[in-house]
């Protein structure tokens, strides 16, 4: 069945290192790909997405890239700050299950100065 | 309201209780999300509604659980004779629905149930 697998954490970096966190997913379908934070206290809000293959997602200097062929959305950032410490979801969009988001289990990141 | 509303935001109950969450969503969205997290985990989808039907209820963990949307906005998640395991976040989120759908689901900051 549709599915998600996404990069265990937690993950500790320092300051202006560079950010992956792997996401995969299975489907029977092409789904609509998400990432969604959650920071410190306050509630999931959308990162980015992608609607179809090719698609590049990006916000706050964050990308991801819907992989077809490795079905695949790979959070990165080039370089993350303190203030990216927060928990990470991905999440499909199963159009075939009604259209609701399948999380993954998070990664937290901890950034340090 | 400009984001989607949740009540209580925290709520403290005794084991064997009956508690009622509530959700308002964004105005003029038609489809309604309940999801639970528990700590140290994922999200749990637990049901869905399209106006005011539920055309899948398949996360709902027991009968102990269930929920109703009225008039196509505010929803309740009821949880009846309340145990500890059930203790967790429990979020709401809304989305436009139908051919207008862009994907986006939008989440209230939840509601927190403890049963001691």
């Known amino acids: 069945g549709d599915s998600v697998t996404q990069m265990e954490g937690p993950v500790t970096l320092s300051e202006e290192a560079f950010l992956t966190i792997n996401c995969t997913y299975t489907?029977?379908?092409?789904?609509?790909l998400f990432w969604y934070v959650q920071y410190p206290g306050e509630g999931l809000q959308l990162l980015l997405k992608?609607?179809?293959?090719?698609d590049k997602g990006s916000n706050k200097g964050f990308e991801a890239t819907y992989r077809k062929e490795t079905t695949s959305f790979h959070l990165e950032k080039g370089s993350v700050q303190v203030s990216d410490s927060a928990v990470y979801f991905c999440?499909?969009?199963?159009?075939?299950?009604?259209?609701?988001?399948?999380f993954g289990q998070g990664t937290e990141l901890s950034v340090k100065p | 309201g400009a984001g989607v509303s949740q009540s209580p935001s925290n709520k403290v109950t005794e084991k064997g209780k009956d508690v009622e969450l509530r959700c308002d969503p964004i105005?003029?969205?038609?489809?309604l999300y309940w999801y639970r997290q528990s700590l140290g985990q994922g999200l749990e989808f637990l049901i869905y509604f399209q106006g005011n039907s539920a055309p899948d209820k398949s996360g709902l963990p027991s009968d102990r659980f269930s929920a109703e949307r009225t008039g196509g906005s505010v929803s309740t998640l009821t949880i009846q004779r309340t145990q500890q395991e059930d203790s967790a976040v429990y979020l709401c989120?809304?989305?436009?629905?139908?051919?207008?759908?862009?994907?986006?689901?939008?989440f209230g900051e939840g509601s927190r149930l403890t049963v001691l």
């Open positions: 105005s003029g969205h038609t489809a």
């Open positions: 989120a809304s989305s436009v629905g139908g051919t207008a759908n862009t994907g986006e689901l939008f």
């Open positions: 992608a609607t179809k293959a090719d």
């Open positions: 489907a029977t379908g092409y789904p609509s």
């Open positions: 999440a499909p969009r199963f159009y075939n299950q009604g259209g609701k988001l399948i």
